[in-house]
């Protein structure tokens, strides 16, 4: 498929006559603007006639399907990645702040009240503005190469008591029990934690009223949150040799399910419905899921994300295409000066690597025996650690720079075309 942009960069309906489009890069009637998805503009006044376009999306936490369709077949499929290390990276920043700030300026006041949170009215968590931000680019994206005249958002909201009720066995809550919570008439989840485990220290069985108890993580902060799931009672003692290394939590302390991603999607269905509206001048419609799964039930459709963003689409019997984009989001700045750790002889190595080495940079897509790949790796020596998007390794080592050949320099989005296996068969007639 070859996406067609006219002379002043307005999109086309894309064609699959591929002889055409050659005789018009070599006569130089169009150029082209993008590699992939192979994206050419004419050189020349044409017609604009085009057909009514639907995009679905499949909006969602770790994968983003996108499909754009017509009455007839599908011309546009992918699935796309958004960034998942915002939580670490800030909470890496947080800790190199508190220890600069408690070296450099160790008597300086506390301050509480300069906070954006505080200062921004609908201030969304850095993790989540994001993956909302990256939505809203995945769309336009789309948008800039396909005449797309609608856009219909599959969003979810989920049930989070319900799904703990679940987890825990307890029963199911009804009516009031909605605001009568697990820590329902407690100050804060510390004192909750604490009338949970009885005041008594897990590991050593403490209950005395003259032993200082602490609230412990059972995964760090960054990663399991401040959850009363991720939280367990612990006497001082204790709690100073375990993070001492010198003693472990008894077994079958572990951390309960992960709701990071079901509360991310109740946070953002409203905020991105409402910001694709303000910035797209495109109809914008919301659907849910039981919709989305009675018309892939209903064509015979397997279950994924593609699939599910062609059913949102409106147009579930389209003709499916034989492959689709696999596009991820990488972070591509480093703003840590030096490494944390000091090598020998109190030497601290610079963090930042060079712009190019040997001509390439990082995350660009190279052309390897005939296949493309990803730099995700450079050595000064000049060998490379190639891969492709899902992390398969080449001939699982380093590969010399002068057998390779630049595709396409990199940015933010890594874009690959990936073969679907099988074509999707229909298991009902279109009635």
Request: hydrophobic share 30%.
């Amino acid at each position: 498929m070859v996406y067609v942009l006219d002379i002043n960069g307005q999109p086309l309906m894309p064609t699959t006559r591929h002889g055409k489009v050659r005789r018009l890069l070599n006569g130089h009637l169009a150029k082209v603007v993008k590699r992939c998805p192979f994206t050419i503009q004419l050189l020349y006044q044409s017609t604009k006639e085009t057909q009514s376009t639907s995009l679905g999306v499949d909006a969602g936490s770790k994968h983003i399907g996108l499909a754009a369709t017509t009455e007839k077949k599908v011309v546009y499929q992918e699935e796309f990645t958004p960034r998942n290390d915002v939580v670490k990276l800030l909470s890496a920043r947080r800790i190199l702040r508190h220890s600069r700030r408690n070296r450099k300026t160790r008597y300086r006041k506390p301050r509480f009240n300069n906070r954006v949170h505080s200062k921004h009215k609908g201030w969304l968590a850095p993790s989540v503005e994001i993956k909302i931000q990256e939505h809203i680019t995945a769309i336009k994206r789309i948008c800039q190469i396909l005449p797309i005249s609608e856009i219909h958002v599959e969003t979810a909201e989920f049930d989070l008591q319900r799904l703990k009720a679940l987890e825990d066995g307890n029963p199911l809550p009804v009516g009031t029990d909605y605001q009568l919570g697990e820590q329902y008439d407690f100050y804060n989840t510390r004192q909750y934690v604490l009338h949970r485990d009885g005041y008594t220290c897990q590991c050593c069985g403490t209950h005395d009223n003259n032993v200082k108890l602490h609230v412990h993580h059972i995964e760090s902060r960054q990663t399991g949150g401040n959850a009363p799931n991720n939280l367990i009672t612990l006497c001082e003692h204790c709690h100073s040799a375990l993070h001492e290394g010198k003693l472990k939590l008894p077994k079958g302390k572990k951390r309960g399910k992960s709701y990071r991603d079901t509360a991310f999607m109740g946070i953002m269905r409203k905020t991105l419905l409402e910001r694709l509206r303000k910035e797209i001048d495109i109809p914008v419609t919301e659907t849910y899921g039981y919709i989305t799964k009675y018309w892939r039930e209903k064509v015979g459709l397997e279950k994924g994300h593609i699939n599910d963003a062609v059913c949102i689409s409106k147009h579930p019997y389209a003709e499916p295409l034989d492959i689709y984009y696999l596009t991820k989001a990488v972070r591509h700045h480093n703003r840590q000066i030096h490494k944390t750790k000091f090598s020998k002889g109190g030497i601290r190595k610079r963090n930042q690597a060079p712009y190019l080495v040997k001509g390439f940079r990082l995350f660009d897509k190279v052309l390897y025996q005939n296949r493309e790949y990803f730099i995700f790796g450079r050595r000064a020596t000049g060998y490379f650690d190639i891969r492709t998007l899902d992390g398969t390794k080449v001939n699982k080592g380093s590969i010399s720079y002068k057998k390779l050949r630049i595709q396409d320099t990199a940015n933010a989005y890594l874009k690959e075309v990936k073969a679907i296996p099988h074509m999707n068969k229909f298991t009902c007639v279109l009635a």
